[in-house]
């Protein structure tokens, strides 16, 4: 049986072609992808990507429309539709709704869905404030029941030195072993 991944996708913009390899390196495994946007995602063209545009290849990739609203986002837990969840790209701001309990997006409602039924939550980081005001989040989250970190680093640590960013690289494996109830280690990594 194939293994449901839902892939949320925030607005991490830059990390896009980084997720859309991974995409592709998935489905040609014959993993399912079930993909969830944010509002940000879902409606905001940037010069990385025009949203219509993402959304076609997310699609054509996938062979899934990304649940795209709340109301189709809630089901997601008690249906029972995916395995494991991972949030790749995660900004700081999803970061911190996940850790304060916020369900204001798609995405959030997906990751609050899917964690009822005591699933892996996996997270890749990418946000520029991760080491200042999100650290405090980012603590709770390392330390919470079926949350998982793909491993990551400072990208930028003179330029940008509260950032942080996932190796998403690491993103399967760090599913499977979230599937096995198990932390991918090192979770730190001196540089990407």
Not at 6 to 17: K, N, Q, V
Not at 124 to 143: E, H, M, P, Q, V
């Given at each position: 049986?194939k293994?449901?991944?839902?892939?949320?996708?925030?607005?991490?913009?830059?990390?896009y072609?980084?997720i859309?390899?991974?995409?592709?390196?998935?489905?040609?495994?014959?993993?399912?992808?079930?993909p969830i946007?944010?509002?940000?995602?879902?409606?905001?063209?940037?010069?990385?990507f025009?949203?219509?545009d993402?959304?076609?290849?997310?699609?054509?990739?996938?062979?899934?429309k990304?649940?795209?609203?709340i109301?189709?986002?809630?089901?997601?837990g008690p249906?029972?539709?995916?395995d494991?969840l991972?949030v790749?790209?995660?900004t700081?701001n999803t970061?911190?709704k996940?850790?304060?309990?916020?369900?204001?997006t798609?995405?959030?409602?997906?990751?609050?869905?899917?964690?009822?039924?005591?699933?892996?939550?996996?997270?890749?980081?990418?946000?520029?404030?991760?080491?200042?005001?999100?650290?405090?989040?980012?603590?709770?989250?390392?330390?919470t029941?079926?949350v998982?970190f793909v491993?990551?680093c400072?990208d930028?640590s003179?330029?940008?030195?509260?950032s942080?960013?996932?190796?998403?690289?690491l993103?399967e494996?760090?599913i499977?072993?979230?599937?096995?109830?198990?932390?991918i280690?090192?979770?730190?990594?001196t540089?990407?």
């Amino acid at each position: 049986m194939k293994i449901r991944i839902g892939l949320a996708i925030t607005g991490s913009f830059c990390t896009y072609d980084k997720i859309l390899k991974q995409i592709e390196l998935l489905t040609q495994k014959e993993y399912e992808i079930l993909p969830i946007f944010s509002y940000s995602v879902d409606q905001t063209d940037t010069r990385f990507f025009n949203a219509k545009d993402f959304k076609q290849k997310i699609t054509e990739l996938t062979g899934h429309k990304p649940i795209n609203t709340i109301s189709l986002a809630e089901p997601v837990g008690p249906q029972n539709l995916i395995d494991v969840l991972a949030v790749a790209p995660c900004t700081g701001n999803t970061l911190a709704k996940i850790a304060n309990a916020i369900t204001d997006t798609p995405v959030l409602m997906t990751v609050k869905a899917h964690l009822r039924n005591n699933k892996p939550l996996v997270i890749g980081i990418s946000t520029n404030d991760a080491l200042g005001l999100n650290l405090k989040n980012l603590g709770t989250l390392l330390s919470t029941k079926n949350v998982y970190f793909v491993p990551f680093c400072q990208d930028d640590s003179v330029k940008k030195p509260n950032s942080l960013i996932a190796n998403f690289d690491l993103l399967e494996s760090t599913i499977l072993e979230a599937l096995n109830g198990k932390q991918i280690e090192p979770v730190i990594l001196t540089k990407y």
